[in-house]
């Protein structure tokens, strides 16, 4: 079973930058389409960005493409993002995830691992 620890969350001004990573355990990570979601207090969990298996396909959400990076290193088990320009959102939780499917996964239920969530604040 493939576990997944995130790391790189922290406070920051709006305008900055972090960089998100993930860290898999196991050997079957390559076999998994990886993907960030994000939280906020009081709504649903949404998917930022994914990357296919390969690494050579990715998708992002409409309120951070241009802005935020995703990628993959099948060598080391690790999927990161880097986040630029971030926005005075607030606190949000951000959570790195991975599915077998074979078709886009954009729905929380759609993804088999899950990470405990790294905690990102941005402030004005």
């Known amino acids: 079973q493939v576990q997944l620890l995130e790391s790189g969350g922290g406070l920051v001004q709006a305008g900055g930058s972090l960089r998100l990573s993930c860290a898999a355990s196991g050997q079957t990570f390559s076999t998994y389409a990886m993907g960030w979601f994000r939280q906020s207090p009081g709504k649903e969990r949404e998917l930022v960005a994914r990357?296919?298996?390969?690494?050579?396909?990715?998708f992002y959400a409409d309120s951070v493409k241009g802005r935020f990076t995703i990628s993959r290193d099948n060598a080391t088990n690790t999927v990161s993002m880097q986040m630029s320009s971030l926005k005075p959102d607030g606190t949000t939780d951000y959570y790195c995830?991975?599915?077998?499917?074979?078709?886009?996964?954009?729905?929380?239920?759609?993804?088999?691992?899950w990470g405990q969530g790294t905690h990102v604040a941005v402030s004005a």
């Open positions: 995830a991975g599915d077998r499917g074979a078709l886009l996964a954009t729905k929380p239920s759609e993804y088999e691992l």
């Open positions: 990357i296919s298996r390969g690494g050579g396909v990715t």
